[in-house]
C-alpha cells in the first residue's frame, strides 16, 4: 500500500519538529555559560555559506530597502537566538522546550491587540491554561520562582513573538524572497555574534579547538538539520501544502523536546511538573487550533526564519 501524497508532504515537515525538539540537548551539549556566543558564531557560520549559495540569485534581487529590513529583522532575530541559547543552558531542555511553546500564544495574542481585533473565548481559555502550565512547571508544585533560565526562554519567547509579528508587517520585505531574505538576518546575527564574541568569553576559534567528535558531530546537527534543513523543508512545505497544516505539525517541537529532555538529557518531571507540562502542550495546541480557525484566508506566507535554538 502507497503511502497518500499528503503524508509524503507532513514526514518531512514532522522531522523538522523532531529535530528542532533535540535542539535544546544539543545546545547543552555544545554550549555553556561561557562559550554562547562563540557557539552562535560557529553554528551559523557553517549555515551561511551553504545557505547563500542557494540565495546568491535572490541576494543579487534584493534593493537597499529590503537589505536594510533584513538586517533590522536579523537584530531581532539575533536576540531571539541570544536569550533562546543562554535559557538553554541554564534551564533544563524539557523546560525550556515547553517554555518557549508560549509563543504560539503570545503572537494571537498580540496581533489581537494590534488589530484590535477580539479573540474567541476559547482562545483566551487556552492562554490561560498555558500560563497555568509554566507556573506549575517551573514551580516544580510549590511557590519556587522561576530560574533565570526559564525566564531567559520566556524572554525569547516574548521577543519570536515581536519578530514574527514585525515579519508580516515590515513593507520594504513583503515581496522580498523568503531564501535571500533568510540570509540577511542570519548573517546580520552572525556579524553582531562576532563583534561581541571577545567580549562575551572565548574566541571562537578557540571553542571550536577544544571540541572533540561528539561536539562536533551535535554542532553539526544543530547547523545543518536545526537551521539549514528546517529552512529549506518549511520554504518547500508552505508551497506544497497550507501554511496552517505546517504550523500544527511544527506545533509539536515541545513534545519533543520533552521526549529528548526525559529520555536523554535525564530530566526528571515530578507530578506536579508533569501535569503543567501536559497542560502547556493541551492549551498551546488548543489555542493554536482556536486561533487558525477564526484567522482570516491566509496571506502569502512569510519567510519561514528557523525558530528554535
Request: glycine share 10%; with cysteine.
Amino acid at each position: 500500500m502507497r503511502p497518500s501524497p499528503a503524508l509524503l508532504r507532513d514526514v518531512p515537515v514532522l522531522l523538522v519538529a523532531v529535530v528542532w525538539g533535540s535542539s535544546f540537548l544539543a545546545v547543552q551539549q555544545v554550549a555553556g555559560p561561557g562559550t554562547v556566543v562563540a557557539m552562535l558564531v560557529l553554528r551559523f557560520g557553517l549555515v551561511l555559506p551553504l545557505l547563500g549559495v542557494l540565495a546568491r540569485r535572490a541576494l543579487r534581487g534584493m534593493g537597499r530597502a529590503e537589505w536594510l529590513g533584513g538586517a533590522v529583522l536579523g537584530l531581532v532575530l539575533g536576540g531571539v537566538f541570544l536569550l533562546e541559547t543562554y535559557g538553554a543552558v541554564h534551564t533544563s531542555a524539557t523546560n525550556a522546550g515547553l517554555i518557549i511553546s508560549l509563543t504560539m500564544v503570545f503572537t494571537p495574542l498580540a496581533e489581537s491587540a494590534l488589530t484590535r481585533t477580539p479573540l474567541p473565548r476559547a482562545f483566551l481559555a487556552a492562554a490561560g491554561l498555558a500560563v497555568l502550565g509554566v507556573a506549575l512547571l517551573t514551580g516544580g508544585g510549590g511557590l519556587k520562582a522561576p530560574t533565570s533560565g526559564d525566564l531567559l526562554v520566556l524572554g525569547a519567547a516574548v521577543v519570536r513573538t515581536a519578530h514574527v509579528l514585525a515579519m508580516s508587517r515590515v513593507r520594504a520585505i513583503r515581496n522580498t524572497d523568503n531564501l535571500g531574505l533568510t540570509w540577511v538576518q542570519l548573517a546580520t546575527a552572525t556579524l553582531v555574534f562576532a563583534l561581541a564574541a571577545p567580549f562575551a568569553g572565548p574566541l571562537p576559534w578557540t571553542v571550536a579547538a577544544s571540541y572533540g567528535p561528539t561536539e562536533w558531530a551535535w554542532l553539526l546537527h544543530l547547523a545543518l538539520l536545526c537551521t539549514l534543513f528546517a529552512f529549506l523543508v518549511q520554504m518547500w512545505a508552505v508551497r506544497a501544502t497550507s501554511p496552517s497544516r505546517v504550523s500544527l505539525l511544527l506545533g509539536t517541537e515541545p513534545l519533543w523536546a520533552a521526549v529528548f529532555g526525559i529520555a536523554l538529557a535525564g530530566n526528571h518531571l515530578g507530578p506536579v511538573a508533569l501535569a503543567g507540562g501536559a497542560l502547556v502542550l493541551v492549551a498551546t495546541e488548543w489555542g493554536r487550533r482556536t486561533a487558525v480557525g477564526a484567522a482570516r484566508p491566509e496571506p502569502r506566507p512569510v519567510e519561514p526564519a528557523p525558530a528554535s535554538v
